[in-house]
């Protein structure tokens, strides 16, 4: 009797458009091992059944197969963070197929975007950016309210893997951390990332912040925001305890607790529109609670031409994008290469989405 046949996993990578020539290598290069198929998207068009029903590992953004042509699938990888927009598909509700995302690798990224818009509101660069495009040497504009981040105390409003990279950039400007949680950390072992590092980022060891909260009901939200924070960074997945997590309340007890003499508190929103209410958001910039604001997501998403939010006070949008880069993809699949040798090792995976948690 001889060893068995070699059957190599059959892995199928759902793209939303064409796929870059190298990107098509980085794939190749990464699973040498598998039979690989790349599939464009169509966008409103249904991806065909026969396209589904070989594949073993399926690597995708929002494109799932229905229940009968999934019989095949060891492992759903999905290349988002999050995986609330598939939430009420039946993979998702009625199988048990083992779904991992791509939480980890929007850290180093979303840290810089959100240090970028500190720094722009904080250093005045629109104005010399609008100075310089009229040739103007106008040194006047810069000093009202002009300030650093040194000795700023920054609460980050969950703290992934996301929230520990901003906390890494932050402590090196000389920031002081406040780090949320929704359940309890009171060990060190237990403020450990057990999800997936970008090597040299991050809090792998949740050392830095200078103090730990905790919490999942609206008191312990607010207990944390009386805490004196110049910044607050919202960092959480959208579930149902946290949307309009953040209203006029909190904002108002946010602002009446931070001390800086050169700024009011300053909310960086990376999560998702809807765990902020953002007509509270817009009536606290206009009326000067909050200092500014920086936000890559919205409520909706495209964010109507004509919504109050474009004209709030000091508000810096970007249409989503904080996390895009051209590390993005062959960062999240460097997740499902340590995954598969998981599977062949039959080891737990990293990264995976608990069902009835949410994410």
């Known amino acids: 009797m001889g060893d068995a046949p070699f059957v190599p996993e059959h892995l199928l990578v759902i793209f939303y458009q064409t796929m870059p020539a190298e990107l098509t290598e980085v794939i190749r290069h990464k699973f040498p091992d598998a039979e690989v198929t790349i599939y464009h998207s ?3 068009t249904p991806v065909p059944s026969g396209v589904y029903q070989r594949a073993t ?7 799932l197969p229905d229940l009968e042509d999934s019989k095949n699938l060891k492992l759903i990888h999905t290349f988002s963070a999050g995986v609330d927009h598939l939430l ?12 991992t995302t791509s939480s980890g690798i929007h850290g180093p990224p979303i840290a810089e975007w959100t240090v970028m818009n500190w ?3 904080s250093r005045k660069y629109a104005k010399g950016y609008e100075a310089q495009k009229s040739h103007l040497w106008d040194r006047s504009a810069y000093k009202p309210g002009i300030h650093d981040q040194v000795g700023k105390k920054v609460g980050i409003l969950g703290y992934g893997s996301i929230g520990r990279q901003i906390a890494r950039v932050s402590h090196a400007l000389g920031m002081t951390v406040y780090a949320y949680t929704a359940t309890p950390r009171p060990t060190p072992e237990s403020r450990h990332d057990t999800g997936y590092i970008v090597p040299g980022t991050g809090d792998p060891d949740g050392s830095i912040p200078a103090s730990w909260h905790y919490g999942t009901d609206r008191e312990s939200i607010r207990s944390f925001l009386s805490t004196g924070l110049d910044h607050l960074v919202v960092s959480l997945p959208l579930t149902p305890q946290t ?3 953040l209203g006029a309340e909190e904002f108002a007890i946010l602002s009446e607790h931070s001390h800086h003499h050169a700024s009011k508190p300053y909310v960086t929103n990376i999560s998702r529109g809807r765990v902020i209410d953002q007509k509270a958001l817009v009536d606290a910039l206009n009326s000067g609670l909050l200092g500014g604001a920086a936000l890559d997501v919205t409520d909706p998403e495209p964010l109507p031409k004509d919504d109050p939010l474009w004209e709030a006070s000091n508000v810096q949008i970007s249409p989503h ?9 062959p960062r999240s699949l460097d997740i499902l290469q340590v995954n598969l040798g998981r599977i062949a090792r039959g080891e737990p995976l990293i990264n995976s989405y608990i069902r009835g948690k949410g994410y």
């Open 321 to 329: 994008v904080s996390a895009l880069g051209v590390e993005y993809f």
């Open 42 to 44: 169509q966008g409103d």
């Open 119 to 121: 720094l722009v509101s």
């Open 57 to 63: 590992i399926l690597a995708t953004f929002s494109d």
């Open 88 to 99: 009420q598909h039946p993979i998702l509700q009625t199988s048990d197929i083992p779904i």
């Open 243 to 245: 949307n309009r997590l």
